[in-house]
């Protein structure tokens, strides 16, 4: 439908809590018209996901699909899932892994994130059928990155050390960050 705007940190939107779809709302013509909004302004962009108070609706809804992209040439694909009102619960004996996470919400940056390795989530799809799923690696952490995002939090919060936090062009200089940088 449309590619919408990408508020950036600094805006107070993305520090705000979403509220929950309700639903009445599901399978409804203005979910299906947040979500194609979503898919195609996350694709435009080049991300891997994507979350509504991103482009400032403050409501529980993420997108995600990892194909090939050049910002993460080492992610496992992951499928294309829209998930309305998500509960992401980390799964702490498969313990925590760290990574360099970027967000269209921060352009040009990356900051080294450790974050649990597997987690379960559930929530249900536009028509209000449940979806539950247990995921490690990629997939976990781009479910747990969009996720953040309905909650108000932005990666730069889960960093432990900002040491590890910079301009994608010098990271890759310093061989920080694998694989081409666009």
Known sequence: MAVRRV???GDPRLLAVAEP???????SAWLHALVE?????MRARGGAGLAAPQIGVGRRV???EVGRLPRYPQADPVPATVLVNPVVEPLPEHGWEGAW????????LRG????PARVRYRAVDVAGRPIEREVGG????????ECDHLDGVLYPQRMRDLRRFGFVEELAEAGLLPGPRP
Do not use: K, N, Y
């Open 112 to 115: 080294w994130v450790e974050r």
């Open 7 to 9: 508020l950036r940190m």
């Open 37 to 41: 909004d979503l898919w195609d302004t």
């Open 62 to 64: 993420v997108v995600f």
């Open 101 to 108: 996470e970027g967000c269209l919400s921060i352009p040009g």
């Open 21 to 27: 779809v309700p639903e009445s709302a599901f399978d």
């Open 138 to 145: 990629f997939h976990a952490r781009v479910v747990q990155h």
